[in-house]
């Protein structure tokens, strides 16, 4: 029979609030050194815009004030939307750059026309036409500039990635709770090792950064989609051997073991050409023009890539493009090696990434080619940003 004494309940009452309060205590004493352990990490990624931050409204803001630097340490799964996203907010853009991170050094000031970088979003061959499926038809280029990569029709290569799918551009990753809680122990890490320095999260800088790499190494995308390698080339440009990809030497290594990017190859992989065939045949028929560069390695790379032997593909790869290019209203500009262009291995970012200047070169050569881009390009212009050039690597401010 239940106990009615009221003064019974009381008691039982006050034992359960005393319990309940020694338990919270308990749970706080315990959550508290995790808390404090957490505290600055999250703080890091908060204040940086590294997660836990929405990425649109910033975008926005940069894409209509024409400023801002976007660069992800951690994060690089918010670029292909982000790009992505920056063609739809932006007004139709006569000219669009497209392909891996080979395509970003061109920049908005060697055209006259509209146009947009949307590199950094594209792995393989069939990837191009993916990316476009996903564009309404008012926002599609009239023009459109990619970079064949090398390794896109190397068979090895291939076997080890995929092609990519619609959602990796469409749905927006960066405010995702669950990556920015798998960050914290890496940030925590480099806080220990004093890599990371959160005073600078609080300077007021002209360039706005957002993400770790911008606000640390000065590394990110431009509000045109071109990207700044930052202090990178701060340290290209004086030798340092903290330079990543110092003297090309972890590309020659790849070079030589034919791993990654550099498998070795006999042929060119006909799935990965008969792909570039329907892009070429879809772009036609959507009014679209191909401007496609195979781009250059640095010369030491090319050289060393010709010397083993085992990267056969390479050396017909150029008359393959060529042969699905014949035929078509489309143009096709090969590179090989930076010494196609007339530069050499100092305006080389690392083994298979040229810097602005000699991106710069190259377009010169596609213009004197006689690419359509000539009616987008002040060929006399562009010569005499290319003398004033204030490095081997940099043009533009």
């Known amino acids: 029979?239940?106990?009615?004494?009221?003064?019974?309940?009381?008691?039982?009452?006050?034992?359960?609030?005393?319990?309940?309060?020694?338990?919270?205590?308990?749970?706080?004493?315990?959550?508290?050194?995790?808390?404090?352990?957490?505290?600055?990490?999250?703080?890091?990624?908060?204040?940086?815009?590294e997660a836990f931050r929405d990425l649109e409204p910033v975008l926005q803001q940069s894409l209509q004030q024409k400023q801002g630097l976007i660069g992800f340490a951690w994060?690089?799964?918010?670029?292909?939307?982000?790009?992505?996203?920056?063609?739809?907010?932006?007004?139709?853009?006569?000219?669009?750059?497209?392909?891996?991170?080979?395509?970003?050094?061109?920049?908005?000031?060697?055209?006259?026309?509209?146009?947009?970088?949307?590199?950094?979003?594209?792995?393989?061959?069939?990837?191009?036409?993916?990316?476009l499926s996903t564009l309404p038809a008012e926002k599609r280029p009239r023009i459109l500039l990619i970079t064949l990569d090398q390794w896109m029709f190397n068979s090895n290569w291939l076997q080890s990635t995929t092609d990519t799918a619609?959602?990796?551009?469409?749905?927006?990753?960066?405010?995702?709770?669950?990556?920015?809680?798998?960050?914290?122990?890496?940030?925590?890490?480099?806080?220990?090792r004093g890599r990371i320095s959160v005073s600078s999260?609080?300077?007021?800088?002209?360039?706005?950064p957002w993400g770790l790499n911008a606000w640390q190494n000065a590394k990110g995308f431009r509000p045109d989609g071109s990207f700044a390698y930052g202090r990178q080339i701060q340290q290209r440009l004086i030798q340092d051997p903290a330079t990543p990809d110092f003297q090309f030497s972890g590309t020659l290594q790849r070079v030589a073991a034919g791993s990654d990017r550099f498998a070795?190859?006999?042929?060119?992989?006909?799935?990965?050409?008969?792909?570039?065939?329907?892009?070429?045949?879809?772009?036609?028929?959507q009014q679209i023009h191909v401007v496609a560069c195979l781009p250059?390695?640095?010369?030491?790379?090319?050289?060393?890539?010709?010397d083993s032997g085992r990267h056969q593909y390479l050396q017909v790869l150029p008359d393959t493009l060529q042969e699905a290019f014949r035929g078509t209203p489309h143009e096709l500009h090969c590179f090989p090696a930076l010494a196609d262009c007339d530069a050499d291995d100092s305006e080389a970012i690392d083994g298979f990434h040229a810097?602005?200047?000699?991106?710069?070169?190259?377009?010169?050569?596609?213009?004197?080619?006689?690419?359509?881009?000539?009616?987008?390009?002040?060929?006399?212009?562009?010569?005499?940003?290319?003398?004033?050039?204030?490095?081997?690597?940099?043009?533009?401010?």
């Not at 809680?181 to 925590?188: M, T, W």
């Not at 050409?273 to 045949?281: M, P, S």
Request: net charge positive.
């Open 1 to 49: 029979m239940a106990n009615t004494d009221p003064e019974f309940h009381r008691t039982v009452t006050a034992q359960n609030r005393t319990q309940l309060r020694l338990f919270l205590l308990r749970l706080l004493l315990f959550a508290l050194p995790l808390l404090l352990i957490t505290a600055p990490p999250v703080a890091v990624l908060v204040l940086s815009g």
């Open 75 to 131: 994060n690089e799964q918010n670029y292909p939307w982000m790009k992505r996203q920056a063609v739809l907010q932006l007004p139709p853009q006569q000219i669009l750059a497209l392909g891996s991170s080979r395509v970003l050094q061109f920049r908005r000031e060697m055209f006259n026309c509209p146009f947009w970088n949307a590199g950094y979003t594209i792995v393989t061959a069939a990837d191009f036409r993916t990316f």
């Open 166 to 192: 619609p959602a990796h551009w469409t749905q927006n990753p960066s405010f995702s709770l669950r990556t920015g809680l798998r960050l914290l122990p890496d940030v925590l890490l480099d806080l220990i």
């Open 201 to 208: 999260l609080t300077q007021q800088r002209n360039d706005a």
């Open 264 to 285: 070795f190859g006999e042929t060119p992989d006909a799935a990965a050409v008969e792909q570039l065939r329907v892009l070429l045949q879809t772009c036609s028929e």
């Open 296 to 306: 250059p390695f640095a010369n030491a790379v090319a050289t060393a890539l010709q």
């Open 355 to 397: 810097g602005e200047k000699a991106t710069l070169r190259q377009l010169l050569r596609m213009l004197q080619q006689g690419s359509r881009l000539n009616a987008c390009c002040n060929t006399a212009q562009l010569s005499q940003d290319l003398a004033a050039a204030p490095s081997a690597l940099e043009v533009y401010p």
